[in-house]
C-alpha cells in the first residue's frame, strides 16, 4: 500500500492530542531539572537527553502512522510494542535519579509503586504482562477495541518502566540484588522474550488472524508476517541483551576499582576498613561517603569505626 | 525526623503485591475471554 492511501486524516485527535500530550510530559521535568541544579544538584545531561529521546520515542510507537500500519502488520505492531516497553521504557528510566523522584515519591500512591521495581515483583508482573497479551483472545480483542488497545500499551509501558527500574533505576535494592543476581535477571528476561520469540518464529500456525487482510494489502503472507515479527524482537532484544552485558561488565570493574582504591586509602593511612564494608559502599553508590569519613579519620589520626554505610 | 518505611526492603509486601497482581492478571484474562468468546 503506497503511503501517500495511509488513513492518517481518520484519527485526528491521535495525530495532533497524543504528541502534546507525551511532549508536555517533559515540562515538570524541565522544571524539576532546573530547580535541582538551582541548588546545586544538577541533573545530568545524558540522563535529560534519554529522556527526552523516550518521550520522542514514545511519540513515535503512538503517532499515527506507526498505529495505522500496526492494524495492518503483525511486524509493524511488534515494532510499535518494542519501542513502547523496551526502547522508550529503558530511556525514561535512564533519564530518572533519586532527587528528581523525591517529590513523586512523597506521593503516599505512588510511592507505594515502588514495590513494582521490586527485580522479583517487577520480572514476574512484566513476564506475565508480556505473555497474557500475546495470547491470541486478547491480542485480538485489543486490536478491535481501542480501550483495550491503549490499555495493553500502558501495561507495557508502566511495567518496562518496573523491569528496568529494578535493574537500572535509582531507588534502592534489596540487599540480595547483587551483580551477580542482576546477571541472573538479564538472562531471565533474555530468556522470557526468547522463548515468545521462537514461539512465533518455529509455531508453524497463525496466531492472530486479524492480520490477514492487512498482510494481504501489503502482499505478504500471515505466516510470514509473524515469522519477521518474531525475529525482529529476538533481535532487538539480543541487542539490548548485549548492550546489558557490556555495562554489567563495566559496573563490576569500576566497583572493583572503587573498592580498592579505598582499601588502599585505609591500608596506607593505619585506618581499619572491612573489605565487605567498602564492597557495600560502592556497590549501593555511596563510595563518596566512605571517602569523607576515612579521609576525616585520617585528618584526625584515628582509626575507623565500623559505622554502617548504607 | 523519622523516615517512612522503605517498601522495597519488605519482602513481604512484594510478595503479597505479586499475589494480587497475578489474581487481577487472571480475572482480567478470564473476564475478556469470556466476553469474547459470547461476543
Known amino acids: 500500500m503506497p503511503l501517500q492511501a495511509l488513513p492518517f486524516g481518520l484519527a485526528p485527535v491521535q495525530t495532533i492530542a ?73 530511556l525514561l528510566v535512564l533519564g530518572l535519579t533519586g532527587p528528581m523522584m523525591a517529590p513523586l515519591l512523597r ?60 535493574l537500572l533505576g535509582p531507588l534502592p535494592k534489596p540487599s540480595w540484588f547483587s551483580n ?15 522463548v515468545l520469540a521462537n514461539i512465533m518464529i518455529f509455531g508453524g500456525t497463525v496466531f ?14 500471515p505466516l510470514a508476517d509473524q515469522v519477521a515479527a518474531g525475529g525482529l524482537m529476538m533481535v532487538e532484544e539480543s541487542l539490548l541483551t ?27 593511612h593505619g585506618i581499619e576498613l572491612d573489605e565487605r564494608r567498602a564492597q557495600r559502599a560502592v556497590a549501593s553508590g555511596r563510595s563518596d561517603e566512605l571517602w569523607t569519613r576515612l579521609r576525616e579519620r585520617a585528618g584526625a589520626g584515628t582509626p575507623a569505626q565500623h559505622h554502617p554505610v548504607s | 525526623m523519622r523516615h517512612p518505611p522503605n517498601p522495597i526492603r519488605s519482602e513481604a509486601s512484594a510478595f503479597e503485591f505479586l499475589f494480587w497482581a497475578l489474581g487481577a492478571i487472571a480475572v482480567f484474562v478470564i473476564v475478556v475471554a469470556v466476553i469474547e468468546a459470547l461476543a
Open chain 1, 107 to 166: 506521593n503516599p500512591i505512588i510511592s507505594r509503586l515502588r514495590v513494582l521495581s521490586h527485580p522479583v515483583v517487577a520480572i514476574v508482573v512484566w513476564g506475565v504482562n508480556f505473555y497474557v497479551w500475546h495470547l491470541p483472545v486478547l491480542y485480538q480483542a485489543a486490536l478491535r477495541h481501542d480501550a483495550l488497545h491503549a490499555l495493553e500499551h500502558a501495561t507495557f509501558l508502566a511495567f518496562g518502566i518496573a523491569v528496568w527500574m529494578a
Open chain 1, 242 to 268: 548485549i548492550g546489558l552485558f557490556c555495562w554489567l561488565f563495566l559496573r563490576v570493574a569500576r566497583q572493583n576499582d572503587q573498592r580498592q582504591e579505598l582499601l588502599d586509602y585505609a591500608t596506607q
Open chain 1, 208 to 221: 492472530y488472524p486479524y492480520y490477514v487482510p492487512g498482510d494481504g494489502q501489503w502482499h505478504i503472507s
Open chain 1, 180 to 194: 551477580a543476581a542482576r546477571l541472573v535477571f538479564i538472562v531471565a528476561m533474555r530468556l522470557i522474550g526468547t
Open chain 1, 18 to 90: 497524543m504528541p502534546i500530550v507525551v511532549l508536555l510530559a517533559f515540562v515538570p521535568y524541565w522544571i524539576r531539572a532546573r530547580t535541582l541544579a538551582a541548588d546545586g544538584r544538577p541533573v545530568p545531561t545524558w540522563r535529560i537527553v534519554c529522556f527526552a529521546c523516550g518521550l520522542l520515542v514514545l511519540e513515535v510507537a503512538l503517532s499515527a502512522p506507526v498505529d495505522t500500519l500496526s492494524d495492518q502488520l503483525l511486524l509493524a505492531h511488534m515494532a510499535e510494542h518494542l519501542l513502547i516497553g523496551d526502547i522508550a521504557a529503558l
